[in-house]
């Protein structure tokens, strides 16, 4: 089941990079992947610091309020600017356009 529900969430993300740039996708990947691992080191180093008392609800309400701030931050911010339109800098003209004026030099 947890596979399954990989799949929904993992199709979504991973055709993005191919669908906005194919010629640089693993390039983009790459650093969009190298991105999205800072929380898997930021969240239990803020968890340190806000739990200081594993028995107290208070601590993990605050630690849970500050997660879902992140994540809302980031879904809006993602609403509001993705687009999966191909980017004019990842075009196949615009890459040999530029490859013919290096090479008549």
């Known amino acids: 089941m947890g596979l ?5 969430a993992s ?3 991973l055709a993005n990079i191919v669908d906005i740039a194919p010629l640089y996708a693993g390039l983009l990947f790459g650093v969009s992947n190298t991105i999205g691992s800072i929380p898997g080191f930021i969240g ?9 008392d594993k028995t ?10 500050i997660n879902a701030a992140v994540g809302l931050f980031g879904s809006l911010l993602f ?9 004019e800098w990842a075009k196949e003209e615009e890459r040999q356009q530029c490859c013919r004026t290096i090479s008549v030099k």
Do not use: D, H, M
């Not at 239990?44 to 200081?52: D, E, F, Q, R, S």
């Open 11 to 13: 199709s979504g993300y």
């Open 44 to 52: 239990p180093l803020t968890a340190g610091i806000v739990v200081k």
């Open 79 to 87: 609403a509001c600017f993705a687009s999966g339109s191909e980017r």
């Open 56 to 65: 107290s609800v208070n601590q993990w309400q605050v630690l849970f309020w």
């Open 4 to 8: 399954s529900i990989n799949g929904f």
